[in-house]
Nanobody, 126 residues
Framework: QVQLVESGGSLVQPGGSLTLGCRVS????????ITWFRQAPGKEREGLVC????????NYPNSMKGRYSISKDNVKTMVFLQLSSLEPEDTALYVC???????????????????WGLGTQVTVSS
């Protein structure tokens, strides 16, 4: 299966911005749908946004309410998540996940994803 490694998480002040990266290896990015999730302490895992060759970009209902965007660089094999207007409630572990090779349909169900990175921590605090 594809392998994923996240990067870019850090401590950021409220109102700040951050770009997270998800390095995809073993298979091309366009071989499967890739979604960013986040997991905050005491809260359920939340799907944010998916990118795939067939669906383009798919935003899922979540509490961030569009304060993010997703992009990819096929040459660098990276999927990026740009976060903006960050709030303390955005503090969470941000994780990218991929569906099985060949499945390019996006899904908000975490159980539809077979490859997960370890995540990168984003802490929003003054």
């Amino acid at each position: 299966q594809v392998q994923l490694v996240e990067s870019g998480g850090s401590l950021v002040q409220p109102g700040g911005s951050l770009t997270l990266g998800c390095r995809v290896s073993r298979f091309p990015i366009d071989s499967q749908a890739i979604t960013w999730f986040r997991q905050a302490p005491g809260k359920e895992r939340e799907g944010l946004v998916c990118i795939s060759k067939s669906d383009g970009t798919v935003n899922y209902p979540n509490s961030m309410k569009g304060r993010y965007s997703i992009s990819k660089d096929n040459v660098k094999t990276m999927v990026f998540l740009q976060l903006s207007s960050l709030e303390p409630e955005d503090t969470a572990l941000y994780v990218c996940a991929a569906r099985r090779y060949g499945l390019s349909m996006c899904s908000a169900r975490a159980t539809d994803y077979v490859s997960w990175g370890l995540g990168t921590q984003v802490t929003v605090s003054s």
